[in-house]
């Protein structure tokens, strides 16, 4: 069984200001590692992922994330968010593996990001 | 529309009535999945279809839970005499069949169902 934990259910921070939405996970095998975004009044939307290859992955809008294996996390990090970033963030994994059910998302319960002018 | 579609968007019920989730999703997706989001919970998995093969029902939460899918078409959820811990966003998404373990799901908006 995989489980997702997000240790932030809220993240407040003023506009051009740093931002780090943490995430870690509990697998028994390999995982691949993904960041939703919800932005008010519409469907979650993939953000950015992590399936192998170079650990550090970016999104088009500035977000980064880097797969930590030993310590199991996945952060979201940005340097300088926008009021438009405001939403709330889900991590996720599901099984590489999976014996064909690799479909099945894990999810954390999110984060919301609220930024302020 | 382009995206996936979910009706009703808010669903208010009394214990132990029937309803009837709807998700139409992108045209061309031929896997459709089902998640429950409960308040303060996690998106949960409930159901996977591909195609015409046989659907994974593995996260369905009980018997009164259950989901039908013509082909590649229209979806509906079905939960019959709901129960309070059944209020909850249920979230539909679509994908091509290439993409279901990639992540690059798109999911409508939801239908929001509070039972009273």
């Known amino acids: 069984a995989q489980s997702v934990t997000q240790l932030d259910s809220q993240v407040p921070v003023f506009e051009e200001a740093p931002v780090e939405l943490r995430c870690n996970y509990s697998s028994s095998v390999s995982v691949y590692l993904f960041w939703y975004v919800q932005y008010p009044n519409q469907g979650l939307q993939l953000l950015l992922k992590y399936l192998s290859g170079s650990t550090l992955v970016e999104s088009i809008n500035g977000f980064e994330a880097e797969f930590n294996k030993s310590q199991t996390s996945f952060h979201l990090r940005k340097p300088s968010v926008h009021i438009s970033d405001t939403a709330e963030y889900f991590c996720a994994v599901s099984d590489q593996g999976g014996g064909g059910s690799n479909y099945k998302l894990t999810f954390g319960k999110g984060t919301l990001l609220t930024v302020n002018p | 529309g382009a995206g996936v579609s979910q009706s009703p968007s808010n669903k208010v019920t009394e214990k132990g009535k029937d309803v009837e989730l709807r998700c139409d999703p992108i045209?061309?997706?031929?896997?459709l999945y089902w998640y429950r989001q409960r308040l303060g919970q996690g998106l949960e998995f409930l159901i996977y279809?591909?195609?015409?093969?046989?659907?994974?029902k593995s996260g369905l939460p009980s018997d009164r839970f259950s989901a039908e899918r013509t082909g590649e078409s229209v979806s509906t959820l079905t939960i019959q005499r709901t129960q309070q811990e059944d209020s909850a966003v249920y979230l539909c998404a679509s994908s091509l069949y290439r993409d279901r373990a990639t992540g690059e799901l798109f999911f409508g908006e939801g239908s929001r169902l509070t039972v009273l």
């Open positions: 045209s061309g997706h031929t896997a």
């Open positions: 279809f591909q195609g015409n093969s046989a659907p994974d």
